[in-house]
């Protein structure tokens, strides 16, 4: 299958840790990129190549992979990281160039 | 740093046409490939073209093929998205997208365009 899996919500108590989780047979031979997105704002990358992080994006977000699993992880989640999470990558299967997860909204209890 | 701006989203008819563009700034546009992604309002993103630097290489998501064709003109730095037999189920807001190594990071991304397909 060329989808990855996202569950569509997850929520957190301010200041613990949180995963979200992509998964799909794509992520078994591409590294996924996660991004976050916020209410009337374009997506703003997170992680690229299973743990990188761009210039500027708190270290608190890390990512990992295990298998056809990517896991983007938030230590210390805060109240502004409320979002939406989604994962992307190559599609392996060749049906489409890049596959995106469809999201998962996280909630900052 | 790189700024991207799309414009060209308009409200239009079942069966008619619509051009976007992606104006990027910096020297480095020819360089990368681009990507058009988009996403009904309220719903998840949906990748649906590719080009990368110098054009050769072309990929369209199933939803569009045969309807909407990218392009780029390197020489002014843009982006297009050209939009033919438009559906009710293509409303939605386009994003350009940049693309590093060819590998789904996209690192830069427009504000996005709306685009409403509605009689």
């Known amino acids: 299958s060329s989808e990855l899996t996202q569950d569509p919500a997850v929520s957190v108590a301010l200041g613990q840790t949180v995963r979200v989780t992509c998964r799909g047979d794509s992520l078994r031979k591409y590294f996924a990129s996660w991004y976050q997105q916020k209410p009337g704002q374009a997506p703003l990358l997170l992680i690229y190549g299973v743990h990188s992080r761009p210039s500027g994006i708190p270290a608190r977000f890390s990512g990992s992979n295990s298998g056809d699993t990517a896991s983007l992880t938030i230590t210390g989640a805060q109240a502004e990281d409320e979002a939406d999470y989604y994962c992307n990558s190559r599609d392996s299967t060749g049906k489409n160039y890049v596959v995106f997860g469809g999201g998962t909204k996280l909630t900052v209890l | 740093e790189v700024q991207m701006v799309e414009s060209g989203g308009n409200l239009v008819r079942p069966g008619g046409s619509l051009r976007l563009s992606c104006s990027a700034s910096g020297s480095s546009f020819k360089t990368y490939s681009m990507n058009w992604v988009r996403q009904v309002p309220g719903k998840g993103l949906e990748w649906i073209s590719h080009?990368?630097?110098?054009?050769?290489?072309?990929y369209y998501a199933d939803s569009v093929k045969g309807r909407f064709t990218i392009a780029r003109d390197n020489t002014r730095n843009l982006l297009f998205l050209q939009m033919n037999s438009l559906r009710g189920d293509d409303t939605a807001v386009y994003y350009c997208?940049?693309?590093?190594?060819?590998?789904?990071?996209?690192?830069?991304w427009g504000q996005g365009t709306l685009v409403t397909v509605s009689s």
């Open positions: 080009i990368s630097g110098n054009s050769d290489d072309v």
């Open positions: 997208a940049r693309e590093q190594l060819s590998s789904a990071i996209f690192d830069n």
